[in-house]
Every structure is written in structure tokens, then in C-alpha cells.
């Protein structure tokens, strides 16, 4: 029997076995999605990682 997921973002019922969208249910939910990464609303947690130009700029700041 074919496993039924709900699509993470519309919760719409799909069955995952030979889904081209896969987690998603259709193209369009697949690429709301990615435009939400783009757009920085979904952020992976962690510690913020500099380049050393800001890190150089930043302590210019704090010296002042």
C-alpha cells in the first residue's frame, strides 16, 4: 500500500511513491517554498558566520 504524507506546506495529502515534487504536492507549493528560503523567512540555527572583512568592519565599529 502506498505511503500517504501531508505536503509540508499546504498539509494537502499525498502519496510519496513516484511523487516528482516529493516532499511537496505539486510544483507550485514546491516553489513557494524555495522562494521562502531565498527570501531568508526559513533560517537553519547555528552560530552567525562572518567573513573577515565585516569581522574587521565590526571591530572598527566597537573601538570607537
Given amino acids: 500500500m502506498p505511503e500517504n504524507v501531508k505536503c509540508p506546506r499546504c498539509k494537502q495529502l499525498i502519496i510519496w511513491e513516484n511523487n516528482p515534487y516529493r516532499p511537496f504536492?505539486?510544483?507550485?507549493?514546491?516553489?513557494?517554498?524555495?522562494?521562502?528560503?531565498?527570501?531568508?523567512?526559513?533560517?537553519?540555527?547555528?552560530?552567525?558566520?562572518?567573513?573577515?572583512?565585516?569581522?574587521?568592519?565590526?571591530?572598527e565599529e566597537n573601538s570607537n
Wanted: hydrophobic letters at 20%; glycine letters at 6%.
Fill in 25 to 59: 504536492c505539486s510544483e507550485k507549493c514546491k516553489l513557494i517554498d524555495l522562494g521562502k528560503w531565498a527570501e531568508e523567512k526559513y533560517r537553519v540555527p547555528g552560530e552567525k558566520v562572518t567573513n573577515e572583512k565585516n569581522q574587521k568592519d565590526e571591530e
